[in-house]
């Protein structure tokens, strides 16, 4: 991967619907050239699919929360990971060090709504010994977008 590969992740993750032309452009590329970097990023596994970014206020799942969860034994770690991914409220599942096993980052439309979820759905899940949740009061930043260019180029 080289710099320009860089700077065309850099725009198609700021702005997934940018034209072949003004892709090209910003990377002094001819169109043709762009869109043949482009397939290929793809192609290796670099850019893994396209998605449309949602205001979770908007389509009310505006309460955000963190959920630490702690399995009481190793073999209830692979069922554990299988249901917590199928519920479509878990945005994130990480296991993480320390305490806990796992860190889930939820969506949920109200207090009630991730009370149920913790209570009847995640707790049910075989294994789980307890969980501890955090409720995020305000995000000043979310995003997805990876630095690669800042990484590269001696920013960070």
Request: charged share 25%.
């Amino acid at each position: 991967m080289d710099e320009i590969d860089r700077k065309i992740i850099d725009i198609v993750q700021s702005d997934g619907r940018v034209t072949n032309a003004a892709l090209a452009e910003a990377t002094g590329l001819s169109v043709s050239a762009a869109n043949d970097r482009l397939r290929r990023l793809g192609e290796r596994g670099v850019i893994v699919g396209w998605a449309a970014r949602v205001d979770p206020e908007a389509v009310g799942l505006g309460l955000l929360a963190f959920v630490f969860v702690l399995i009481d034994r190793t073999e209830h770690n692979a069922p554990f990971l299988a249901a917590a991914a199928a519920l479509p409220e878990v945005l994130e599942l990480h296991h993480v060090t320390g305490e806990w096993s796992y860190l889930l980052k939820v969506r949920a439309a109200s207090p009630r709504a991730l009370e149920g979820l913790i209570s009847d759905r995640i707790k049910a899940i075989p294994g789980v010994a307890r969980s501890l949740t955090v409720i995020a009061l305000s995000s000043s930043k979310e995003t997805s977008a990876l630095p690669v260019e800042a990484m590269h180029d001696g920013r960070r």
